[in-house]
């Protein structure tokens, strides 16, 4: 049985019905992917990526255990791209993943791509564009698989779909060498115009009184953590990230950048007034607030459409609700202690290139000529050797049902939601700000949650660590990130290369998906660096800029960028700079490194060159 979907009515909410039939189908969507334009703030018309010609897309749905086949048509003419379906663990189809040059080839202007795969988890989900820093661009929407042995069926009247997301007036290829760029050395990331709910403001859902509403809130958003609450109404968390859990009730929530959150809401018994809600960006993310800025949005519970629709009252403090406290519906107890531990210490530096790099463990990862998967499936026993998919891919690897655990320790200042491919995972220790680093002493077995929550995507404090584990029980290249689109340009990514013997023997990567690398010029056999011949040899992989000539500090980069600006008093700046962290006998040092700079400055357009040819359009 097929079902062909191309795209659904768009409603300002889209409300779905428990109707499905029962029995696996087969769902089928064609996506044709062309620029349209958007003006969802009202402020500012842009291009947009839509399907099918429009935009706000296509919510994605399903029942569990269907399988789903999007036929992608890239009509962009002048970008590739790709499709991920976040939170989905496409257990044996690890092809089907959708991240550029991790488990796929871009899909070049023209080309068409078909993904396959079946449902196997329910709950809220999202779709995006997984192909240089692209989705903000639009290429975003919710994916909502249901089912019919849902816990909580008969509990609730009617389902809403709702996103939050924040918006740029600017396409990200505008934005990204304005962000990546030595004029930028601290990193400050674009700072976006506008929040939106369904990809609009003053959004309007009407309810019924005495009724149950089921929401799933997804944050497709590029960088912007949201809180969210409704005026007068509290929320009835069943669903994180895919995973059911206890009820829980809060009355905010925060939802990072790639979370997701279900909850039931109780509407009044009586209809005399109409309630906002909103979704208000975290500030707290933003180097500075441009003038003018308003980080909320607004929309209305209707009860009466010819009541007011009131303006929220101002909060003066977010007391969100802490999901590290959630239980999962299905009591999954603590995994047992790790086979294997990987740290990983985040941090941000500034290289040669005088652009701020985000390193895990001091790589900042830069995209392999081949995607890592085809890496994996051509390289016979050596794909079991980490060198194979190159340093800058940051690649791990995993043996086959090997219980992993991960620790973060951020050593950053910003916050930052990270993000497994191909699993969720047992968050059993999370520290507030500026814990330092994890170490044994904090914790010890006995004191992990005995029912850890499980989620796909976890915040990380500034300063603070998380730990998580998870059972290697899906063979696969899952990638590992920050899911703001920013920190990703800046390399904050690891790639977990998991069971690669039992990768080769249970996968085949379909010839349309070969064809996009061969209609691209992307490589698709070999090593990470394209070899073919001999797998141990990296020669030619693509590499980060190089570091900073030793001594040299981001200050010493304001320094130079101040010179720049203002020749006549260049050297007094350069001095006063100079003269901040160290004492009267380094200055002079400091000045030379300041000169070497410069003239490693003059060299930059040749070193970027070199980047460049080693991976026309593909790097990172
Ligand atoms: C895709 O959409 C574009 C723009 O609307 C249209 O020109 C093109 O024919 C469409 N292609 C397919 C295969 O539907
Ligand atoms: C939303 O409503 C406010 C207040 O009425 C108005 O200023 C604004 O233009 C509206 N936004 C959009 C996108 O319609
Ligand atoms: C989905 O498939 C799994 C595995 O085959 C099965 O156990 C489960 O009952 C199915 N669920 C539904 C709702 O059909
Ligand atoms: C691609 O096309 C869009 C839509 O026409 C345009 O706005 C954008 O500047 C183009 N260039 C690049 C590099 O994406
Ligand atoms: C999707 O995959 C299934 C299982 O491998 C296969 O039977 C089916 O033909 C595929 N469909 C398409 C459209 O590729
Ligand atoms: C929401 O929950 C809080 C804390 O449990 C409670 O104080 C408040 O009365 C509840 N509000 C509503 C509308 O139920
Ligand atoms: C609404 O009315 C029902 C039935 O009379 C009652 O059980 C419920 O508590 C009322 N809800 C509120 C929010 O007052
Ligand atoms: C956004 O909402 C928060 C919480 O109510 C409030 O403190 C802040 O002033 C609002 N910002 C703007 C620009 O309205
Ligand atoms: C590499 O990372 C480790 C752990 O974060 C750190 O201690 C070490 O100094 C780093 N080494 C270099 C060369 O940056
Ligand atoms: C974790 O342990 C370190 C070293 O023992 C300690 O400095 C730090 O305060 C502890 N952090 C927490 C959150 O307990
Ligand atoms: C993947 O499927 C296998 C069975 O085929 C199962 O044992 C494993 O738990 C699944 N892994 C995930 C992450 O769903
Ligand atoms: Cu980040």
């Known amino acids: 049985m097929a079902t062909s979907l191309s795209f659904f009515p768009i409603l300002s909410v889209l409300l779905l019905t428990l109707s499905h039939a029962a029995g696996a189908a087969t ?26 010609g429009q935009w706000p897309l296509p919510i994605m749905t399903a029942n569990i255990n269907d399988t789903v086949v999007v036929n992608v048509i890239n009509q962009l003419g002048n970008q590739s791209t790709t499709l991920h379906f976040h939170g989905l663990f496409q257990n044996g189809t690890a092809e089907m993943d959708g991240a550029g040059l991790v488990g796929q080839c871009g899909i070049p202007p023209g080309s068409q791509f078909t993904y396959n795969f079946t449902v196997n988890q329910a709950g809220t989900y999202w779709y995006h564009s997984h192909y240089k820093g692209q989705y903000p661009d639009g290429l975003r929407a919710p994916f909502i698989v249901s089912d019919p042995n849902y816990p ?108 997701r959150c279900s909850f039931m809401i109780t509407t009044k018994n009586e209809t005399s007034t109409n309630y906002a809600f909103v979704g208000s960006m975290d500030t707290t993310l933003f180097d500075k607030i441009p003038k003018g800025l308003n980080w909320n949005v607004t929309g209305w519970l209707v009860y009466d459409s010819a009541q007011p629709m009131p303006a929220p009252a101002l909060v003066d403090q977010f007391n969100d609700f802490d999901d590290f406290a959630l239980i999962p519906y299905d009591q999954k107890p603590l995994l047992p202690e790790p086979d294997q531990t990987i740290t990983m210490d985040v941090v941000m530096n500034v290289l040669g290139d005088g652009k701020q790099y985000a390193f895990i463990s001091n790589i900042t990862y830069v995209s392999p000529k081949v995607p890592t998967l085809y890496t994996v499936m051509t390289t016979g026993e050596d794909a079991t050797n980490p060198t194979v998919y190159g340093e800058y891919s940051n690649s791990f ?84 990130h920050c899911h703001i689109e920013w ?51 990296l020669t030619g992989e693509p590499v980060p800029p190089a570091p900073l000539p030793a001594g040299f500090t981001p200050r010493g980069i304001v320094a130079l960028v101040f010179s720049c600006i203002s020749a006549l008093i260049g050297m007094a700046v350069i001095a006063w700079y100079g003269s901040v962290d160290m004492g009267a006998a380094s200055k002079v040092a400091e000045q030379q490194r300041i000169a070497e700079m410069e003239q490693q400055e003059n060299q930059e357009v040749t070193t970027q060159a070199t980047t460049i040819v080693e991976a026309p359009e593909e790097v990172r």
């Open 27 to 52: 769902i089928v969507y064609d996506f044709n992917i062309t620029w349209v334009r958007a003006n969802p703030d009202g402020l500012y018309e842009r291009p947009t990526i839509g399907i099918n």
């Open 152 to 259: 909580y069926k008969g509990q609730f009247d009617e389902e809403i779909v709702l996103s939050v997301s924040d918006w740029y007036h600017q396409e990200v290829q505008v934005l990204i060498p304005q962000f990546m760029n030595k004029d930028n050395p601290t990193g400050a990331e674009p700072v976006p115009q506008s929040a939106l709910l369904n990809d609009r403001q003053n959004l309007t859902i009407a309810v019924k009184p005495g009724k149950t509403y089921l929401f799933h809130v997804v944050n497709v958003g590029a960088f912007a953590g949201q809180y969210i609450w409704f005026e007068g109404h509290n929320m009835t968390i069943v669903e994180v990230d895919g995973v059911y859990t206890e009820k829980a009730e809060a009355e905010m929530i925060y939802l990072t950048t790639a979370q």
């Open 397 to 480: 690897i995993l043996g086959h049902n090997q219980i992993i655990e991960i620790v973060i320790n951020n050593r950053d200042t910003g916050k930052h939601p990270f993000h497994l491919h191909g699993h969720n995972f047992q968050t059993i220790a999370r520290s507030e700000f500026n814990a330092g680093d994890f170490s044994l002493g904090n914790s010890t077995e006995n004191s992990y949650p005995a029912i850890p929550m499980r989620r796909d995507t976890i915040l990380v404090n500034p300063g603070g660590y998380v730990v998580f584990r998870f059972a290697a029980d899906n063979p696969g290249v899952w990638l590992f």
């Open 487 to 537: 920190h990703m340009d800046q390399g904050l990514i690891a790639t977990m290369v998991e069971a690669p013997l039992e990768i080769q023997k249970s996968i085949t990567i379909p010839q349309n998906h070969l064809d996009a690398c061969k209609a691209g010029n992307t490589l698709y056999e070999g090593n990470a660096a394209g070899n073919t011949v001999n797998f141990l040899d």
